[in-house]
C-alpha cells in the first residue's frame, strides 16, 4: 500500500478541523459543508487555491471519524479538539501510525524518551526501502513531509520540549486523554489507542482485519 503524503496540505490545525466539524453539524451533509466553509472563506486562507488544499485535505481526515466523534470535535474542549483531529489524522495517514509504533512507542519501551535526529533518520531510511515513493519525491518535498509530521508530533502532544543540542528533537510522551475521549476512540477500534502511546501496537488493527477477511472452517 502506497503512503498518502496529502498531509503537507494541513498540519494538525485542531481548530480549523474544529470549524468544518462545526459547519458539518449544521450542514449534516459534506457536500454542502465543503460548499460554505469555501464560500465563506471559514479557513481564512490567503487565497482560492491555498483554501480548496486545506479544505479538502482537513475533510478527508474528518470523513473518517464517526458522528460522535465529530461532535466532540465541534463541541469539546480544545484538548479533546487537539485529540479528534490526531485520530482523524491516523486513520487517513498510515504513515503518522507508523512513526507512533516504530519509533515513538519503541523509544518509551526502551526507557529511552528522548526523540533524536538519528532516529527519525534511520525510520525514514527503513521506510523507504519498503515505499519507494517516498525517496521518490523531490528533496524539498521528503522535507516538508518530515518536518510536517515532527510538528503534527509537537502539536498532538507526543513530543514535547524543543530542539536542542545533539540532534535532540524533544521529549516524548504520552498524552493526556480525556475519559470521552478514550471511549469514543475505544468505541471505535481499541487498537486506535496505539497512536496516542495507550496500546502497546498498532498491528492489532490490521491483525483484526485480516482475521475479519479470513475465511472461517
Not at 521528503?142 to 509537537?154: D, G, Y
Request: glycine share 6%.
Amino acid at each position: 500500500m502506497r503512503y498518502c503524503l496529502s498531509f503537507t496540505a494541513a498540519s494538525l490545525r485542531p481548530e480549523l478541523a474544529t470549524v468544518i466539524a462545526q459547519i458539518h453539524l449544521q450542514q449534516g451533509d459534506w457536500r454542502k459543508t465543503k460548499a460554505a466553509v469555501l464560500e465563506s472563506n471559514a479557513l481564512q486562507a490567503r487565497s482560492a487555491s491555498s483554501a480548496k488544499r486545506l479544505e479538502s485535505e482537513l475533510r478527508q481526515r474528518l470523513q473518517t471519524l464517526t458522528p460522535a466523534q465529530l461532535e466532540l470535535l465541534a463541541i469539546g474542549s480544545s484538548d479533546d479538539r487537539t485529540a479528534m483531529a490526531w485520530l482523524a489524522l491516523l486513520k487517513r495517514i498510515q504513515l503518522a501510525c507508523v512513526v507512533v509504533q516504530n519509533v515513538l512507542a519503541e523509544k518509551l519501551v526502551g526507557l529511552d524518551p528522548v526523540l533524536r535526529r538519528s532516529d527519525m533518520v534511520a525510520f525514514y531510511e527503513e521506510q523507504e526501502r519498503h515505499h519507494p515513493e517516498l525517496a521518490q519525491v523531490a528533496p524539498s518535498t521528503q522535507q516538508k513531509i518530515r518536518s510536517t509530521l515532527l510538528h503534527m508530533l509537537r502539536d498532538a502532544g507526543l513530543l514535547v520540549g524543543k530542539a536542542g543540542k545533539g540532534g535532540v528533537l524533544g521529549t516524548v510522551q504520552r498524552p493526556l486523554l480525556s475519559t470521552e475521549v478514550q471511549q469514543l476512540v475505544t468505541a471505535d477500534d481499541p487498537a486506535l489507542l496505539a497512536g496516542f502511546l495507550v496500546a502497546p501496537s498498532l498491528r492489532a488493527r490490521v491483525a483484526t482485519k485480516e482475521n475479519k477477511r479470513a475465511p472461517k472452517g
